[in-house]
């Protein structure tokens, strides 16, 4: 009895409690989207069912045609899915649902961790010691049928080896026949249905042979089969594994929440996705800040690592900006959050690590191309050898072993591996050494590369100035002149404050900061200035000097002006990184909005002959298309706002982790460390991964061309087709991790001098 009126057939109640547990799932994997400018959500899902190449084109192709989805990525090692959807209103579970229509299993990426993996791993290595087990007994038990034991005696030792091959084929079989199964069920094939049809055939006919008294069994081959085949799947795991460990390792630096200041000064703990621009936090020694922010109160030793690659620790105090990922050593710092969680540094670091692979270049394209049509190419090459056999010789026995060698030796892994490793190895190699990849295609483009173009401004130079003469008259001056700047995010008076160093701030007043002019405030009942020359002299009780080189003023109300000089940085290394890309016959030159006079020195001071100053946007993305006209393929480095751009036109670009935010999304490449050698070293390794891609592509195509012919004609067991498979994936891999050896930012090359003039335009131009 009930307390509600009427009876309730239990498939109702059964359908209303799937259909809640379906509104759950929904709700849950709605939270995971990330909304775009333009309306669409981005979601990313795991799927550890992703194991080849094959599988990239299935989920892509298929996922693709579903209404709402306006693309579909997949990520080989990470194993990850990016969906874009049009807008909120399509449900994530659809697609989830259709990728698991496809034998395919779905997550939230938060959902899977780290045991996952440890799982999959765990799982391979029991079923590859049980493989490796029963072949060695299986194989002693061989010997003696091998040695001429027939009649009773070798029944007895097929039906033994039968015995021990068939619990041990269901039980380390079970990982490809999983997932053959699943692709099956999906109405697709993969790479494990014709491993699991070439092993289960082997035992087949084995268990005919034995029960009908035959003098041959393949119980070894099927073992031993399956044990190379869990070598090869194992190793690639492992490799993987260690490709992808640079995404992994900089997930870990992500903290889970964080100490926000609430009312009356009261900390409260918020969850990472809580955290929003404006709040104010505290970090304590010992602890990484969680998003990108500014010091408001406190000094502290930092650990800049992740961002500067160097690891001397660096003392911030109020006024320093912050990135997410840095680790606090000393201090407490109270913070305040200018950036969410998902907008920081250190996600947009991990997101273009993650999107390493996922750039359809060309090669990668010929790779997805290759993949699509393998699966059913297999099945029917291998049911061409079976019935040429027949008609040729009659004996299906011979002819269904030929078809089993087949399946086997034919596998499309190899070239499924042979783009999208080369690239996640090339990220985190440049991640090694402060340099951010976009996508692999970028990688392919940064390698066609001929002529490089540099902003002057923050890329060739420093973004922060350098103060080379300040000459205050006393302490007082410069703890005034110290106030000031430090309450200002100029350039210029950012570098005023690193040159005072550490001061004292004095109590200001009426503070006003004048666009185009600079700073004023109130001091002891006087005006005080920091800025340009003319405005600063407007309060000053005499007449500056005239000006011989850029700088900043500073005065007090009737009293003399201070002209501080400042001149601009060079980036580490410019000249030698100029000189090395010159060396390796690539063109260079300047574009800069600056005047004639600073550009001019800056490309005498580093050897460029072929320089434009004055340079608006417009005029920038000319000369890029210009050059681009002359067949040339150009590489942009630039910086600001300004720069974006032509960063977008050109062939490649790059930018320095200073540029705006703008500058840095319309960049292939970001590097965070202050050396511009990260050009060069981008460029070397980056032709480096070309040439392995091809050689992948010739190792694969080789070993195809070389393995299938003698499989067709007889020459090829299962077990050798087993082992031959499983090499050319390892193989593959490894030629791979050739990239993570490459070498650091080696020493430059001293032919810089003899640089081809060719190269360099007699051209010289001053607006």
Excluded at 131 to 146: D, K, R
Aim: aromatic share 6%.
């Amino acid at each position: 009895m009930t307390c509600c009126g009427g009876n309730v057939a239990p498939e109702q109640v059964a359908g209303t409690s799937r259909e809640l547990t379906r509104l759950a799932r929904a709700e849950e994997l709605s939270r995971q989207g990330v909304a775009q400018p333009d309306g669409s959500v981005h979601f990313t899902l795991s799927s550890p069912s992703i194991h080849c190449g094959g599988c990239i084109a299935i989920i892509e192709r298929n996922l693709s045609k579903l209404p709402g989805v306006r693309s579909v990525r997949v990520n080989l090692t990470l194993r990850r899915i990016s969906v874009l959807l049009e807008n909120a209103d399509i449900s994530i579970l659809d697609v989830v649902e259709a990728l698991e229509g496809l034998g395919y299993q779905a997550y939230p990426l938060d959902d899977v961790p780290d045991a996952t993996d440890k799982k999959a791993a765990s799982e391979l290595l029991r079923a590859l010691a049980v493989a490796g087990f029963a072949a060695m007994n299986v194989m002693l038990l061989s010997v003696s049928t091998w040695s001429g034991a027939d009649g009773a005696t070798r029944d007895l030792f097929h039906l033994i080896s039968a015995l021990i091959a068939v619990p041990t084929v269901a039980y380390s079989g079970r990982i490809f026949f999983r997932s053959a199964w699943s692709a099956l069920r999906g109405g697709h094939l993969n790479m494990d249905v014709p491993i699991s049809l070439a092993v289960l055939l082997a035992v087949g006919m084995s268990l005919y042979e034995t029960l009908n008294h035959g003098e041959e069994a393949y119980f070894d081959a099927a073992v031993s089969l399956l044990f190379f085949l869990l070598i090869g799947r194992y190793l690639d795991q492992m490799m993987r594994d260690r490709a992808r460990n640079a995404v992994i390792g900089l997930s870990r630096l992500a903290v889970k929440g964080a100490n926000i200041i609430g009312a009356g000064g009261r900390l409260e703990y918020h969850a990472i996705d809580e955290i929003e621009p404006g709040m104010r936090l505290r970090i304590l020694p010992g602890e990484r800040v969680p998003v990108d922010g500014i010091i408001v109160e406190g000094t502290s030793d930092l650990d800049l690592s992740l961002i500067t690659g160097e690891n001397q620790p660096v003392a911030l105090g109020k006024g320093a900006v912050l990135q997410a990922g840095t680790y606090n050593l000393t201090g407490p710092l109270e913070m305040e959050a200018t950036r969410s969680a998902s907008r920081s540094f250190l996600a947009e670091v991990s997101g273009m690590l993650a999107a390493a692979e996922q750039g359809r270049g060309h090669y990668m394209r010929i790779a997805d191309r290759m993949a699509q049509i393998y699966a059913p190419a297999v099945h029917l090459l291998a049911l061409a050898a079976f019935v040429v056999w027949m008609i040729a010789h009659g004996d299906w026995h011979q002819s269904l072993y030929v078809a089993i060698s087949v399946l086997i030796i034919t596998c499309p892994c190899a070239l499924g591996l042979a783009v999208p490793v080369v690239h996640v190895v090339a990220a985190a190699r440049l991640f090694e050494e402060g340099i951010l990849v976009r996508d692999g295609s970028a990688l392919e483009r940064m390698a066609e590369i001929d002529h490089a173009v540099f902003d002057k401004t923050g890329t060739l130079t420093h973004a922060v100035p350098k103060i080379v003469s300040a000459p205050f008259r006393d302490v007082r001056q410069e703890q005034m002149a110290y106030s000031l700047a430090s309450l200002s995010s100029h350039p210029a008076s950012r570098a005023l404050v690193r040159h005072l160093g550490e001061r004292a701030v004095l109590p200001l007043e009426g503070v006003r900061e004048v666009a185009g002019c600079g700073i004023e405030a109130v001091v002891g009942g006087k005006r005080v200035r920091l800025g340009a020359d003319g405005w600063v002299t407007e309060i000053a009780g005499g007449e500056a000097s005239e000006r011989k080189s850029t700088g900043i003023s500073f005065a007090e109300e009737g009293a003399t002006p201070v002209q501080c000089e400042i001149r601009e940085r060079l980036r580490d290394d410019a000249a030698e990184a100029i000189g090395e890309l010159a060396a390796s016959g690539i063109g260079v030159e300047v574009l800069s909005g600056d005047k004639a006079e600073p550009v001019s020195a800056i490309a005498g001071e580093l050897g460029v002959e072929t320089w434009l100053a004055e340079q608006k946007p417009a005029d920038k993305i000319a000369r890029i298309d210009q050059l681009k006209e002359q067949g040339s393929h150009p590489l942009m480095i630039g910086d600001g706002l300004n720069d974006a751009p032509c960063l977008a036109a050109g062939h490649a670009s790059m930018a320095p982790a200073s540029a705006s935010d703008i500058g840095r999304a319309a960049a292939d490449f970001v590097f965070t460390r202050d050396s511009l050698d990260a050009v060069p070293f981008t460029f070397r390794l980056s032709r480096f991964a070309g040439n392995l891609v091809r050689q992948n592509f010739g190792l694969a195509i080789l070993y195809n061309c070389i393995a299938v012919p003698l499989a067709f004609f007889g020459f090829v067991t299962p077990l050798f087709a087993a082992i031959a498979m499983s090499l050319s994936s390892i193989v593959v891999v490894t030629n791979s991790l050739r990239l993570s050896r490459f070498g650091g930012r080696k020493r430059l090359s001293r032919e810089a001098g003899r640089s081809n003039p060719a190269h360099h335009s007699a051209r010289k131009q001053a607006a």
